[in-house]
């Protein structure tokens, strides 16, 4: 809070400063412009978007869509791909009875060797239930929702410098009705995304109705993957329709001993954003590194985009462990500065 109170006072004796010297030199052409994009997160370097996800925030302790933004500015960033909760909590969604943090816990145990006891698989049917009333009560409210609550969230990213390009909430799966699809794709366009992303779900008869959809809704529908991503991972989504897309994750693509740079060059026409993190390939581990310790060429993706004018954005994904003493704002903000010093000086 402290930090928040400080910034906003330095804000404040900058800004009128600025105004002062404006007022000075009335004959100052573009002052207007100058004044509207002062003192906001610019993370476009050599032509290249670095955005982030939200998900790179979830240690921070507030989730809200307020935090979030601030989070945003303070990494240095200008543009991000926003995940469900902060957005939705913010347009007035029924706040989940269950503890999800406990609940993934158990979902983590429960696929271990290690197992649940007794007590913890009553304890997790009970959850499950609890779950499946809250996801019932949350579409009855998608239902309902005034889309102006996201077109207001949108205007005050906006006005603080950032632009949302990607919305993720968790509506695409298969126990979603197209109800909930339509909102979901209709709450991107009212937060300004271009497309939406989620899980690739590893069924053909689904992507071809979700692209079919976001054609519908004039969006793009981008499927993500993990370690099942291989250079034909896409290829059936693409074919069955337009509004399918790509949301490339480089890092995970290194630990399945692909090279991204190959990809890029032959999909980059199908990508909608690209998740940046840094791997290591299968023979060292597949460890998830501090940038520039692990074997992803970030450097190279980048400069590449760089070259080509590739248009999507490069999405800093932080799932590396935070090092003592740091926190997730301070690790995007050095994620940020990786990919401003391999843009600008070409060095790893």
Known sequence: MQHTTNTRRAFLRTSTTAAAGIALAPSLIGAPAILKHFNKPNSVIKGVQIGTITYSFRSMPDQSAEATLQYVIDSGISAIELMGDPAETYAGRPENPVDRSRMYGLFRKQRSDEGLTADEEAEMKEMRAEMDAYNKQVAAWRSRVDMKKFAALRKMYNDAGVTIYAFKPRAFEKDNTDAEINY??????????????????????RTLHLGQMAKKNKVRVAYHGHEQQTPTFWDTALEQSKGNAMNLDIGHYVATGHDPLEILRSHHQHIMSMHLKDRQTPEHGKGNLMWGKGDTPIGDVLHLMSQENYAFPATVELEYDIPEGSDAVKEVARCLEYCRHQLETGKR
């Open 184 to 205: 979901g794709m209709q709450a991107a366009r009212a937060l300004g995304a271009t497309h939406v992303t989620l899980e690739h779900p590893a069924d053909d008869a």
